[in-house]
């Protein structure tokens, strides 16, 4: 522009050799960097650095394998013993899967049931905290009575102790409703079915979905303590019996093995929860969403 | 642009007739209220914290009986063609704007592709045209008033009810949300009811102003502001402006029993 020099830095762009990063800015990024990296690479060094460290203690020691397997034996018992193994997996899978459907479906009904009705509520909700502190180990071998068929109570075991956190989140998410949205139906009449549908679902949908990742832990659980209750014999051979039946064997890496297949279902299921909460969310619930800067 | 009639002259739609209020059979939260609004009226209610004023929106939006007294709407249809903004923009925060401002077609039972393009054209007279597709979460809070307001108006109600609704936001956002509410209003002819504890917003924006005061909650003095709209800064730096604003401040200040300094702190 032509103007008269003023002797003012007012408006002026900034000098263009200016760094647009000064130091600080520098340094928190790259701090942002290792520590994205970092969240990966340490929990991998100590899972290496663990395994060669067992693996050490057991070959310098020379201890036996029917006391204390080393890794390298433990994988070669998953190859090697895969056939069985991977069967009672997916019996176990099918069971914790079913189980959390179950629990989703049974949870999800009541907490609605509880909503619509203050009654249902308070006639239904003590007995459904009675279910879920007393221990399942102590009701099980009662179910194993009373129901012939295994598959079945093993279902039974498994669903009541998952139920009990999809209910209670979801009862707590369909009563947090913004109250001014609440009014906003009011007014412009929404039905029974609208308010539910519209208001009430979405609202608890944060919550049903952390109840959710609490409960697919806790189906696996209640999955393999039922079938340590049910002990060895008759169908339904999943992975605890098979680590029950390879402790009478004093089949150590089969143990390990077994434990090992049923942690890593343990992480799969969380993870697999984790990603429907997070894609479920991640267009408007806090939770979900990643903040810039 | 739709022509409102002068004060005096226009149609009435709705009369509070010694509407009463009173909350656990003691707390009177407003005591005989009467109102007539008429179309195109802007009626600000004016006065400190628990005057009744939100109490006495919630009785028109029906969301409240009465204790006493009628509130009748002049067809006999009932509170069908409201909208309602709220001091928060009580938006969805699943859903993105556009279903938002479709909420109160959708509760009509209307799909919404029926309605897109009048939302469309509601979020454009709010100057939120291309945010349709965004969340809530992106807005600012300004812009999610907006939002608000395009839903309250989306349905063409014969009546807004607005409470509080710029209460929550800055200064400068506030003034503009103020000159942009006056040139919706004008080119709609829509009629609002407007609680505020702002003497001076209420000069601004409205055609009549209720002073209320508080214990029980009343109204005690009606002041008529004939300044004609649109209304900007012209109006805001005029000496009919002030005058309106004093005599605003000094009715509150008579009502209050001179506590008003302490009462009029926002919350």
Known sequence: MSTTETNTDIGRPADNNAPMIDADEARRARRVRIENVAQWVLPLIVLALTIWGWDRVVKVNNIPHYILPGPGRVMETLINDWGTLSGSLLVTLKITLMALTAAVVGGVGLAILFAQSRFAEMSFFPYAVILQVTPIISIAPLIFIYVDSKMVALLICAWVVAFFPILSSTTMGLKSADHNLTDLFTIYRASRWQRLIRLHLPSALPYFLSGLRIAGGLSLIGAVVAEYVAGTGGIGSGLAFRILEASYRLNIPRMFAGLLLIALTGVAIYGATSLISYLALRKWHESAVKRDG | ?267
């Open chain 2, 1 to 267: 642009m739709t022509q409102i009639k002068p004060l005096g002259q226009r149609p009435p739609i709705l009369r509070m007739q010694m509407v009463d209020k009173t909350f656990n059979g003691s707390v009177a939260a407003l005591r005989r209220m009467n109102l007539t609004v008429n179309e195109g009226d802007f009626i600000s209610l004016l006065g400190p914290s628990g005057c009744g004023k939100s109490t006495a929106l919630r009785l028109i939006a029906g969301l409240m009986q009465p204790t006493a007294g009628r509130i009748t709407w002049e067809d006999g249809g009932a509170g069908d063609a409201l909208g309602v903004v709220f001091q928060e923009p009580t938006l969805m925060p699943w859903t993105t704007v556009a279903r938002n401002v479709a909420l109160p077609f959708r509760l009509r039972g209307i799909p919404f592709r029926a309605v897109r393009d009048r939302v469309e054209e509601v979020l454009a007279l709010v100057g939120l045209d291309r945010f349709g597709g965004a969340y809530p979460r992106e807005l600012s809070g300004g812009m999610k008033m907006r939002v608000s307001i395009a839903r309250a108006l989306v349905t063409k109600p014969r009546l807004i009810l607005m409470d509080e609704p710029f209460a929550a936001l800055d200064e400068i956002t506030r003034q503009k949300l103020n000159n942009d509410l006056l040139d919706l209003k004008s080119r709609m002819g829509s009629t609002v009811i407007f609680v505020t504890h702002s003497v001076f917003e209420s000069v601004f924006l409205s055609d009549r102003i209720l002073i209320m005061a508080p214990r029980p909650g009343r109204v005690v003095r009606e002041i008529t502001i004939e300044a004609p709209y649109p209304r900007d800064l012209t109006f805001r730096t005029s000496v009919d402006y002030a005058a309106h604003a004093r005599t605003a401040s000094d009715a509150l200040m008579a009502a209050m029993g001179g506590e008003l300094l302490e009462q009029e702190v926002p919350t």
